[in-house]
């Protein structure tokens, strides 16, 4: 089972439209949770850590369910600027990160 | 924001030869940076962990003496891939973290792109 895994997709939504991605992590032991967004041959970019309040930054969501082990994000009103990868990552005891997969989000005019 | 400065951004050179990676923090410390990999459509795998004043701790399957990563310093760490094959081409990522700033996530350099021939 991968350390943290996600729907790779490919998620093709029109804009304005919410799209919700999913991600569930295997070590309870993690401490802290982000998720990043990754454009083509580039860098990943942190777009926000992940709380178990849930945080909300504009028009994305966050949530987290330690129980569940189960970290969610939700964009809303969707642009053409949000197609990209967006990683769910998580950070261990020994500070390292484990990446998911990804999952690609295409959004269409 | 923190900001960490990675060089070359892309590379190419000839089978055998070696290639010297930079990873600086500009603007803050980091004791500890990671050199992560990243292959065509697969995430980023963490390759090695590097700690300023002590040796580099590697992952399961990495060959340190292919590998060689310094870190002289509390701005830079350095990933030098020796004697390059065309199967080590890939995207080569550093991140670094400030001291204590475990809420803010890691901030990554722009990569590195390999492409040995």
């Not at chain 2, 962990?49 to 340190?64: D, I, L």
Request: proline share 4%; charged share 20%.
């Amino acid at each position: 089972r991968k350390e943290v895994e996600q729907d790779p997709g490919p998620f093709n939504v029109p804009e304005g439209a919410t799209v919700a991605f999913n991600c569930t992590y295997s070590n309870s032991a993690s401490q802290s949770f982000f998720w990043y967004r990754q454009d083509c041959r580039k860098e990943p970019k942190l777009l926000m850590s992940v709380y178990s309040s849930g945080n909300e930054d504009g028009r994305f969501t966050a949530q987290l369910n330690r129980a569940s082990q189960y970290i969610s994000l939700l964009i809303r009103d969707s642009k053409l600027s949000d197609s990209a990868t967006y990683l769910c990552v998580v950070r261990l005891p020994t500070d390292k990160l484990i990446f998911g997969t990804g999952t690609r989000l295409q959004v269409f005019p | 924001g923190a900001v960490v400065s990675q060089h070359p951004s892309w590379v190419i050179c000839k089978s055998g030869t070696s290639v010297k990676i930079e990873c600086r923090s500009l603007d803050f410390q980091a004791t500890t940076m990671f050199w992560y990999r990243q292959f065509p459509k697969q995430s980023l795998m963490l390759m090695a962990t590097s700690n300023e004043g002590s040796k580099a701790t590697y992952e399961q399957g990495v060959e340190k003496d292919k590998f060689l990563i310094n870190h002289a310093s509390l701005t830079l760490s350095t990933l030098t891939v020796t004697s390059a094959h065309p199967e080590d081409s890939s995207f080569y990522i550093c991140s670094a973290r400030e001291s204590g700033a475990f809420r803010y996530g890691y901030t990554f350099g722009s990569g590195t792109r390999l492409t040995v021939v």
